[in-house]
């Protein structure tokens, strides 16, 4: 199935990028001296968090996508928003629980903001055609 493809083709490259701007992000907390392991484990549950986040969107926008070529519109836009909100609830139970566990709280929740640039230089960078 060519949506299976794309799906981990688009998924590797934001976590690729997202590992990328993390390891920055904890670079630039070394640089400061801020740097503990409490920041590193913040930074990969962060990333992982958003990783399986965006993974998760996009089987969904496609198994949605399917549906409403099949006709079935109404059923496609309700599981596009119940993925929605249970993708956003699991989201800050992940947080809350890396907080609980010790994570630094910066560190844990700036990869969740990495995920529109990331996108922007994937999509500068694709090839046309």
């Not at 990328?20 to 549950?45: D, K, R, T």
Request: charged fraction near 15%; charge should be positive.
């Amino acid at each position: 199935m060519d949506h299976r493809k794309t799906v981990l083709k688009e998924t590797l490259a934001v976590a690729v990028g997202e590992l990328v701007c993390s390891a920055l992000m904890v670079g630039v907390f070394a640089a400061l001296g801020y740097f503990q392991m409490n920041v590193l484990w913040g930074a990969l549950a962060g990333s992982i968090v958003m990783i399986a986040n965006y993974f998760f969107m996009a089987i969904t926008v496609n198994l949605a996508a399917d549906r409403a070529e099949k006709g079935e519109v109404t059923q496609a836009k309700k599981m596009v928003q119940l993925s929605s909100t249970v993708r956003l609830i699991v989201m800050g139970v992940a947080l809350i629980v890396g907080i609980k566990l010790g994570a630094n709280v910066i560190a844990l929740a700036l990869p969740l903001a990495f995920l529109r640039p990331v996108l922007m230089v994937t999509e500068f960078f694709r090839k046309k055609g």
